[in-house]
T-cell receptor
Framework: DGGITQSPKYLFRKEGQNVTLSCEQN?????MYWYRQDPGQGLRLIYY???????QKGDIAEGYSVSREKKESFPLTVTSAQKNPTAFYLC??????????FGPGTRLLVL | QQQVKQSPQSLIVQKGGISIINCAYE??????FPWYQQFPGKGPALLIA?????SEKKEGRFTISFNKSAKQFSLHIMDSQPGDSATYFC????????????FGKGTRLHILP
């Protein structure tokens, strides 16, 4: 069963806490992406990675960090420096020239 | 030059009517134009896509019209149904580059029953 999985579906963060969102794909895609979506808003790119052990900042990278140690995995950490983290986070992947596929999303809420 | 401008921001259509969403771009290097459909609480899903070598692509009730000279493309939903109520995003990218896909800001479509 191929696709992109994100976990958890819901995540709660306390003030000053770092939290990590998981994204795994078994599509053998080279590139992976993280987007943030606020209610009623569009998709804003946080980070993307075109190859293992390399990644680039997107439009709103401040307060976030990523790693790409394996081709199939691209976890996103929301650090305590991100003062307004409540949002819907979407992971995506694609191979050059192909369609970009999205995961089901993780909703992050602040306690 | 990397922007994709999408309009309208929101759209209300009667059941059975035609829904039309428009997008415009500046970068002539873009050569792949997908449309995504997103339901509340779900990730966007590819609906239909077009390359600039054709002016129109149809899949069921969904049609993309592409005007290369005007650098515009649009999504037409024929016989719109309440189940089509969702947010639609147009996008553009360059083939053979594992780079960013540029998304429009989205259109919230509501089909009245």
């Amino acid at each position: 069963d191929g696709g992109i999985t994100q976990s958890p579906k819901y995540l709660f963060r306390k003030e000053g806490q770092n939290v990590t969102l998981s994204c795994e794909q078994n599509l053998n895609h080279d590139a992976m992406y993280w987007y943030r979506q606020d209610p009623g808003q569009g998709l804003r790119l946080i980070y993307y990675s075109q190859i293992v052990n390399d990644f680039q900042k997107g439009d709103i990278a401040e307060g976030y960090s990523v790693s790409r140690e394996k081709k199939e995995s691209f976890p996103l950490t929301v650090t305590s420096a991100q003062k307004n983290p409540t949002a819907f986070y979407l992971c995506a992947s694609r191979t050059s020239g192909e369609t970009q596929y999205f995961g089901p999303g993780t909703r992050l809420l602040v306690l | 030059q990397q922007q994709v401008k999408q309009s309208p921001q929101s759209l209300i259509v009667q059941k059975g009517g035609i829904s039309i969403i428009n997008c415009a771009y500046e970068n002539t290097a873009f050569d792949y134009f997908p449309w995504y459909q997103q339901f509340p609480g779900k990730g966007p899903a590819l609906l239909i896509a077009i390359r600039p070598d054709v002016s129109e692509k149809k899949e069921g009730r969904f049609t993309i019209s592409f005007n290369k000279s005007a650098k515009q493309f649009s999504l037409h939903i024929m016989d719109s149904q309440p189940g089509d109520s969702a947010t639609y995003f147009c996008a553009a990218s360059i083939t053979n580059r594992d780079d960013k896909i540029i998304f429009g800001k989205g259109t919230r479509l509501h089909i009245l029953p």
